[in-house]
């Protein structure tokens, strides 16, 4: 078993006004491990990651990163530590490079090793060319590699993250989960944090998913996938009380284990599901319901936080 970098027991964050973002969080995050906390907006996900990297003071609660208690040495922890940010915390009034030079230099490396370090990951990063531009001329995918570049300036023992790619287009958000994916290769501790699924499930090896401050489920994608016991999800639009008929798909589908409607549509789950949706559009059809739409698929993580919720991710 690989050692615990990250480990939190009953965190907790009430905001004043009795706010309780955060309830009772217990965590641990392995060494070379990426890690992610999956939850909608609101979940108290960038709570945690302020928790964490000394940005917000608990309320309750301890956490420990790499060994060290957090609010005891926060001081500490802001060595071993690189953060991304939710929003761009570039310094406009640097350039490029030396947004990466000025931030090795404060972590204390010398003026010759941060200029070698700032032109490495530059290359790496595929900055080299906007390496004197201000940082205001940068695309949004570009502004988001350098602030990678410049958390991991320092070589941090842990990375975090948060909510990386909200925001990005396609292209930027696949370039960064490139880059993600070669620092875990490399043996960097990531945690990040997102409300994108198929971000959770491409990259992470185990994800906590939360919701109004509270860890709902902690387990790897796979497993969490199988939690939902069907192998089949179908997702069924039609006019009418879909409570009804909700109700009846659930009754009356073979191998049909739960339906619950889900925004504007009945999500049903079905064990051994080949040839379910003749089977479904009938039994609508014969309880008096036109189908408008129709969906298969397998479970995905938006499967186990319905289960877990009542509600979808999307927001
Ligand atoms: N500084 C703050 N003061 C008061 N309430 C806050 C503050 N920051 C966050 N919250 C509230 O705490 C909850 C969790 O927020 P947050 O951690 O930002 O969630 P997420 O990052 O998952 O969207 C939300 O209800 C939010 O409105
Ligand atoms: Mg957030």
């Known amino acids: 078993m690989s050692e615990t970098v990250i480990r939190t027991e009953g965190l907790t964050k009430v905001y004043p006004g009795d706010i309780r973002a955060v309830n009772g969080l217990d965590l641990d995050v392995k060494q070379g491990e990426i890690f992610g906390l999956l939850g909608p907006n609101g979940a108290g996900k960038t709570t945690t990651a302020g928790m964490l990297t000394t940005r917000v003071v608990p309320t309750s609660g301890r956490a420990w990163v790499g060994g060290v208690e957090v609010s005891e040495h926060p001081a500490l922890v802001k060595q071993v530590i690189g953060v991304v940010p939710q929003s761009n915390t570039l310094d406009r009034s640097l350039d490029v490079r030396e947004n990466l030079y000025f931030h090795g230099r404060f972590f204390g490396m010398g003026a010759k090793e941060s200029r070698r370090e700032a032109d490495r990951l530059l290359e790496v990063f595929r900055l080299t060319e906007r390496a004197t531009a201000p940082v205001l001329a940068l695309s949004g995918g570009m ?12 070589r941090p023992s842990i990375l975090f ?11 930027s958000r ?29 990259l992470c090896a185990r994800i906590a998913i939360i919701d109004h401050g509270e860890l709902l489920a902690l387990d790897t994608p796979e497993a969490l996938k199988k939690s939902v016991g069907a192998d089949t999800v179908v997702t069924v639009s039609a006019h009418g009380d879909l409570e009804v008929l909700s109700e009846v798909l659930r009754t009356k589908v073979p191998g049909a284990s739960s339906a619950r409607c889900v925004e504007n549509a009945v999500v049903l789950e079905v064990s051994g599901g080949g040839g379910v949706l003749p089977i ?34 999307r927001d």
């Open 161 to 171: 993250l948060d909510e990386p790619t909200a925001g990005l287009d396609p292209q």
């Open 280 to 313: 479904v559009i009938a039994t609508a059809d014969a309880a008096g319901f036109t189908v408008t739409d129709l969906s298969i698929a397998e479970p995905t993580l938006e499967t186990v936080f319905i289960n877990l919720t009542g509600k979808d991710l």
């Open 174 to 202: 696949l370039a960064l989960w490139e880059i993600l994916g070669d620092l875990h290769r490399d043996g960097q501790t990531i945690l990040l944090t997102t409300h994108y699924m198929e971000e959770a499930d491409q």
């Open 143 to 154: 502004a988001q590699r350098l602030m990678v570049a410049r958390a991991i300036m320092h």
